[in-house]
């Protein structure tokens, strides 16, 4: 399909889990738990006729409690959360004479060809887990303790991007106790699907809000959809954290936009604090050869293998590599974190509550059994 021109992930092939979610919602033994990626909200209009970089983050939310799902969170709560451990990662790193660059470990794209591709550098990918699977970890854990559920009758289903999330979620190592955290992906495209098979008339929805206390999100979460969105996400963190000073704007300019490699460099403490990043595994390879060569140091990388990042990715509305869809979109996502009283994921209070209740500290023991992750050498393709 037309995955083989844009999708880093050509080689694999497309499962439809559309059967299988309504199997589940029709199972009176289930909790059916849903959550949607950052840049699904800014696609899935177009399947109904509207412009590129609409956003439809109400409707969509509608849609999902009119299909029937029992709970509708959202996975940008956990990208804040990402943040909130993947900052604390960087800053334990920076100030402990740890591996650098640290490298955004959010792409399951570009995770499984670093792993066959880069085997001798494993040890620069954050070892923290996608957001999405943070999400289903906390879900079946906190989420189930505060339902007063059962984890096994918990049903973790993700609206993603991505047809490479639905890979990532059978990887054995992400789940907790012989449960998955994830238990099935949708794509954007598999979500509409769903809508029409409903009979829901998308276009005429009243906006709804996310439930909680999974569901709320700061700005520094939505704009992991768009290439150079994690790291700036983790900046505005890692910035505060580091300068105890309050950051006043927020807005990284230098590394938006759909240039393939973008760089910048951030005065942190008097330390010149060096950051790249790409997107698309052809501009990825380049970057990080010169990185294993010496001839390139950063602090801070991000790589993400859909061209313009997730709102480019695999599972989206056939973009066809039209670069002006792709800047819609990602316009759509910065308009959603200009739109947001919040703008940094360490100021998101439910993901505070989530710590004082539940984690501990950031990068914590508890963090780190559920939110963290390892790599594996594989065989050069
Ligand atoms: Fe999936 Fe986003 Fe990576 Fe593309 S860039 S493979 S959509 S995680």
Redesign the pocket.
Known sequence: GQCLSVC??AALTEVNNVSKVWDALNDEDKVVVVQTAPAVRVALGEEFGMDPGSVVTGKMVASLKNIGFDKVFDTDFAADLTIMEEASEFVHRLEHGGKLPILTS?????VKFFEHQFSDMLDIPSSCKSPHEMFGAVAKTYLAQKMDIDPEKMVVISVM??V??KYEAARPELGHGGTKDVDLVITTRELAQMIREAGIDFNTLENQDFDNPLGESTGASVIFGATGGVIEAALRTAYEWLTKETLENVEFEALRGIEGTKEATVNINGQDIKIAVTHGLGNARALLEKIRAGEAEYHAIEI???PG??IG??GQPYHHGNLDILKKRIEGIYSEDRSKTLRKSHENPMIKKLYEEYLGEPYGEKAHELLHTHYVARQKM
């Not at 959010?106 to 570009?110: L, Y």
Request: with cysteine; net charge positive; proline share 17%.
């Open positions: 880093p992930t959010c792409c399951p794209g570009w991007p991505c490479a999330k993400m293998a859909c990042g997730c990715g695999g």
